[in-house]
T-cell receptor
């Protein structure tokens, strides 16, 4: 199993550009989520999905879109990049997403810089 | 809003000693709490889960306690080793029917030989 994979590893954008961060998992997990991690702020939840076709907002959703057309993939779209979106982005997945305390499996992260 | 505080940004201890990390929370009654380890440049890795009806959980040299009255969890690493040096994150569930978690900012542990 590859686990949770994220691409790209690094990305530099100019203000106003759009891009998609890719996330895929091969563990047949129902629950997937996106976090951003900033110094001193910890991990903050952006969007999450409890299954294919179902997404919802987390703590900091503004400026980001998600979709979940398959169980395996959960891409995160930045619509118009801003310097405030400079961060490290982590994708995570877990087995059921039914609030039973499943461990979250994290990807290696994407380090994004917006100039 | 929910708030999680981890006792200090950094903790330095000598090899062989017990490291104790604190996680305090307010404004919520979580059904469980999780602890993760994060190494530089990597994603967090799950270590332990403790439920609201459990006082203590152990796994090898790791021990977690959960006091729902004090709204606090303690994370202990006994006989610490330099390889235990990492950032440790606590996380609370914030939804009864999903796996949504809210994370603390983490404590960076450095174990010196």
């Amino acid at each position: 199993n590859a686990g949770v994979t994220q691409t790209p590893k690094f990305q530099v954008l100019k203000t106003g550009q759009s891009m998609t961060l890719q996330c895929a998992q091969d563990m047949n997990h129902e629950y997937m989520s996106w976090y951003r991690q900033d110094p001193g702020m910890g991990l903050r939840l952006i969007h999450y999905s409890v299954g294919a076709g179902i997404t919802d907002q987390g703590e900091v959703p503004n400026g980001y879109n998600v979709s979940r057309s398959t169980t395996e993939d959960f891409p995160l779209r930045l619509l118009s990049a801003a310097p405030s979106q400079t961060s490290v982005y982590f994708c995570a997945s877990s087995y059921s997403g039914r609030g039973v305390g499943n461990e979250q499996f994290f990807g290696p992260g994407t380090r994004l810089t917006v100039l | 809003s929910q708030k999680i505080e981890q006792n200090s940004e950094a903790l330095n201890i000598q090899e062989g000693k017990t490291a104790t990390l604190t996680c305090n929370y307010t404004n919520y009654s979580p059904a469980y709490l999780q602890w993760y380890r994060q190494d530089p440049g990597r994603g967090p890795v799950f270590l332990l889960l403790i439920r609201e009806n459990e006082k203590e959980k152990r796994k090898e040299r790791l021990k977690v306690t959960f006091d729902t009255t004090l709204k606090q969890s303690l994370f202990h690493i006994t006989a610490s080793q330099p390889a235990d040096s990492a950032t440790y994150l606590c996380a609370l569930d914030i939804s009864y029917n999903t796996d949504k978690l809210i994370f603390g900012t983490g404590t960076r542990l450095q174990v010196f030989p």
